[in-house]
DNA sequence: ATGATCATTAGACTGACAGTATAATACGAA
DNA sequence: TTCGTATTATACTGTCAGTCTAATGATCAT
């Protein structure tokens, strides 16, 4: 993306932090960025573009170093999950997005009001999911149920503790003690099975969340935690296959000049072996294959 | 109030329903209700006041109602306080506050950001008292949590429940489920004593909720929960008094012209009692004498 | 270097809106 | 009738998002 237009995005993100959205006029963005309207259109179609923009932005920086998060990490670990959440809210709270989202939320605009709801709704999804690796297949009915449950408790909590706690300091303690709520709510609804929401609902309302908007990151993601799974860590021998799947994620996410040769090494002991899902294995080499193809 | 102000009121909540607040403009409400601007700024002295008068209106009226329906019933039955809530779910849904509420959530005027605040900080505070009597004293440490959590459970099922069932059945459905849920949590934090919020914090949030603005149905409904904890329905003789408590608040609620004498009748019993604290009593008979005195 | 193309600029302009101001009129109580 | 108050119609101000235009600057292939 253009950088003047990245430079723009920043600048009247400052504004917003500092004034809010509506109390933030065209002309202060204009002259607090230094470009002129005619600019200012050019890059965007209205003010609400320029906030899509914003969150777009923030949400792209936000899903990376989460999934960073998992690199190296078992995935069924809920501590994981709670350090991933802690980051969420951290971002959100520096960058004022649920003032931000709350001040715009039912806006007149369809399209400003669609991605917002998309946005939430992704949140949602990408809970359950990880919901489903921490607590089983087996628990699945449930689950979309817990995930939706959690984010309401955590919300909710979020906002009546800063009421006596200003200082962002006790994200930590809001996240865990959210978290271990929904662990006995998820045994609880394994026993009781009561179900709110169908699981199948996620597809329903996320129409297209399989094929065109996912990042290269996301399904890299989905892929190798998907591997994990099949792993046993008490296992010596599988433990050398952990390596290498880590290995792998690293180098594609975090050299800037990951190497061709190395990642081929890397691959071929998983398609030789038997403990993988051969479609899942060649999910990952077509990945890694596309990846540099795009690259040149 | 006067009348021509209410026929405001009420047409213009008839707009806000139907295109939302910011997207209805003062000339829309002014041809519509059939006033005159000046007329209109003599009334309110903001759009943003009108909105203020307008969430008044209606939670007094859902104030009310909800409180007539403990009359005659145990404040500890849990299915009492389902079916308040399922009431107010119904009463937001049908006058889409929910929507008006997050239109202005974050709005540039202090006063109404002031006030949607406070409003919010009411409902956790009903459910938590509410919560006490249900729970029991013994639980107290813990119930503000849960009164917290029970909002952001009952919000968010709500949220993405009417995404699959658009017509405004279910919600019982969801508030009941939502109950069951956090039944669990009261008996698990009993035990766990995990305390995130300290129920203290509530005076501060409402400095005061104590003085002033308290009606005067509000102070009845309070004084009669509490003498009703104190009988037991087993014992044929409590019930006399039950019947007594009971008729008192009918009287003084629904009749339109209470008869001061049959109230002095049926308080006399509870005066002579020893069954009760007779500072509680003492509470009431005051209450009614204070009744009598404002309506000449 | 020349000229074509595209990005950028300053600023005038439109239209919508909230809220103010005022002068004229209706109406009710003394 | 008269005085005061509520109401009306309407013009006005100021703010803001978004459009339009004519001029200026930058880039780049030939």
Redesign the pocket.
């Known amino acids: 993306m253009?950088s003047?237009?990245q430079h723009v995005i920043r600048k009247s993100h400052e504004l917003f932090i500092e004034r809010g959205f509506?109390?933030?006029?065209?002309?202060?963005i204009?002259d607090y960025s230094?470009?002129?309207?005619?600019?200012?259109?050019?890059?965007f179609?209205?003010?609400?573009e320029l906030l899509i923009s914003i969150f777009r932005e923030l949400h792209s920086k936000m899903e990376q170093e989460r999934n960073e998060l998992l690199i190296g990490q078992d995935p069924s670990d809920i501590n994981v999950f709670v350090q991933q959440f802690e980051l969420q809210m951290y971002i959100n709270k520096k960058n004022r997005l649920t003032t931000l989202f709350e001040e715009v939320l039912i806006s007149n605009?369809p399209e400003l009001k669609q991605f917002l709801k998309r946005a939430q709704l992704k949140v949602v999804e990408w809970t359950y999911k990880r919901f489903v690796e921490i607590f089983g297949e087996e628990k699945k009915p449930y689950l979309l149920d817990c995930a939706i449950m959690f984010i309401g408790i955590l919300q909710q909590n979020m906002k009546f503790y800063v009421l006596d706690h200003d200082r962002h300091t006790g994200i930590s303690r809001v996240v865990q003690y959210s978290v271990k709520r929904v662990e006995r709510i998820v045994e609880e609804l394994a026993l009781s099975k009561d179900q709110l929401h169908d699981p199948s609902s996620l597809d329903k309302w996320l129409p297209d969340h399989l094929t065109a908007d996912r990042t290269f990151q996301e399904e890299l993601n989905e892929i190798v935690n998907e591997l994990k799974t099949t792993i046993r860590s008490d296992k010596p021998d599988d433990r050398k296959y952990l390596e290498l799947i880590n290995f792998i994620q690293e180098e594609l996410l975090h050299e800037t000049n990951p190497r061709p040769f190395l990642l081929e090494n890397a691959l071929q002991p998983l398609i030789n072996s038997e403990l993988f899902n051969p479609k899942e294995v060649g999910r990952l080499s077509k990945l890694v294959s596309r990846f540099f193809k795009k690259k040149t």
């Open positions: 253009n003047r237009k509506q109390a933030t006029s065209i002309q202060d204009l230094g470009i002129s309207k005619g600019t200012f259109y050019n890059y179609t209205s003010k609400n605009d």
